[in-house]
DNA sequence: ACAGTTACTGATTAGTCAGTCACTTAAATA
DNA sequence: TATTTAAGTGACTGACTAATCAGTAACTGT
């Protein structure tokens, strides 16, 4: 039931852009409580249709989750991409560091980061799993190509790209604590302006 | 109508001693689907006692499921212990590489590591967050203390152990391309009996 | 103008699940 | 034996939510 529809940009938003336009809007949304947690509702909300609309343009909720954690993830490989190629053509570890560096920097709007945690936990849902290791997938290659990098150190990128996971879904930012401190330390951002908490 | 009862059924048990029993009964449980996907009637049925009893035993199913979170921990860091002391008194760095090695070996019955997983992403829980937050300060400290290693060195244990935690989650033992042996090499454990899964 | 297509929604349904309560049964104690 | 206390459950309810469908409004080509 999809044929052609890509010719001319219409004016009027046509089933696609909404559709594109729901997924980005998911995200967050997605993002605060994960699959199951999350009423399609609040997603049809926050994107301004009804929920009726959202069950309309995608195969049920898990093809809704399922498209945004794709989005979600060409997204964090874009800016590892961009982070990678400010360094121009250097050593495959200044080119990594760089990567880290930009990884980094998605604390900031922790929805990505959020995300693909809530992606990776729903794991026992097939479809959710694929979609997972599709997307890591293409980060693993995408960063050892862009890098240069051999195979460690690659995977040492991404054990400490899953330990920035665990400090923004613990929020460790927020904790005053020496073990808290060893855990984030060189990877904690610049805007702790978190209130503390116990 | 529940067969799944001790040699004398007539005998009761504690309330307290019930408790112990279901929180163990319910790791296996909440592991597999986390927080918001498994219903109280599933750790009931596993525990071999009504959902209305487990209600009255634990302040609702947050209750139930902190609960089984700091057991979780606790276990975690008993099979740290034991793994870092089996070294007697070594250099940090090899204290270190045993406990790698113990948390390595809890990839074999995957609950004690989904679990963790499951609370950690449901942090937006203010209870459960706290909960991965006290369970997260004894492993740290324990780790730190029983390793007497340096605070990057302690940071990188976790940063692998957090690598596990997606191995484990994405099952990437069953995916046979380079980008998964990347990330799990040196990683996986023995028992790769899983069969192949695109 | 009109017919046909496409975007979009309100109303509804069927099912699930957290939590409660009145009740039964077994042990402890007097 | 009688009374009290504690373990344990069946049967409900009230709230929520994924999904559907019949329909209306808006745009398009002819």
Redesign the interface.
Known sequence: MNPAQEQHPKIRSTAEAQRQRIVAEAVPVFA???Y??TPVTEVAEAAGVSPAYVFRLFPGKLGLFVATVEHCYESVRRALVEGGESTGEAAPDTVLDAMSEAYIQLIGDRDLLMLQ??A?????VPEI??A??RG??DI??TV?ETSGAD??S???F???G??C??IV????SA?D?P?????S??IRHADDITPKE?
């Open positions: 605060r409580a994960g199951h947690a945690v809530h990776q936990s729903a794991c026992d799993r694929q997972v290791r890591l997938k693993v290659t050892s195979a460690a690659v995977q040492r991404f054990a400490y899953q330990l996971h665990l879904q613990a929020d460790l904790v604590a073990w808290a401190k060893t855990l330390d060189g116990v």
